[in-house]
């Protein structure tokens, strides 16, 4: 699509902030109204679209995708996503650790327990950890509790729990996020130490590392949109 307006402006809205272009507010592709919780919000929103040039690029509009989702599928789907997201509770990338070599296993002991830990001790979350790739039963009633702690998060939140479990593997990554126990980099690169170690012994894939960078960067950004979205309107 070309770019259409030539100005952006950000108005306050029932319920919140709207971002107008040339004067008529923008609606979300399912047609409802772009109205977001927090005036920082709403001004990112509004600096992606006054930064389209000639022709209008989404993958470059993070935050307005990301609010898209939370107006358009969280009303529309919000129990299957956040059924979805609570799921992984049952096979969470930071309960199997390797069996061998040695070292991968001592590095994600020692980057993973502690987070388990935390997982217990801060949401009452307990999990049951083993070596292999062979599914382990969890606790009966786990990926409840976590559905019902998710469910409890606002279409914002949720929407950036959706994408930190997503793209780490690891609900209990997302929900350190989420929480501020953790930042969304350092829960990245958490959930990729078995990459990284065999980057050290392999040497590096460039295109893997491409790829890499780009699914980091979807974290940062869902990191960045709840922070956002939460801000003092």
Known sequence: MKR????VAVEPAPGGFAVHLDGKPIRTPAKAPLVLPSL????????????????????????????????????????????????????DLLCYRAEA???????????????????QGALGLRFVVTQGIIPVDQEPGLVETVRLLLDAYDDFTMVAAHKLTHGTGSVVLALAVVEGRLTAAEAFDISAIDEFWQEEFWGIDEEAAEHRALRRQDIV?????MALARAEP
């Open 4 to 7: 259409f307006y030539k100005h």
């Open 40 to 91: 920082a919000l709403a001004r990112q929103v509004a600096a992606e679209w006054d930064a389209q040039e000639t022709e209008i690029r989404p993958h470059l509009m993070p935050m307005t995708g990301l609010s898209n989702a939370a107006l358009d599928l969280m009303r529309l789907r919000r129990g299957d996503i956040v059924a979805n997201t609570a799921a992984y509770a049952a096979t």
């Open 101 to 119: 070599p040695q070292g991968l296993r001592a590095r994600q002991d020692q980057s993973w327990h502690p987070l388990i830990d935390w997982a």
């Open 221 to 225: 950004d869902a990191a960045e949109f």
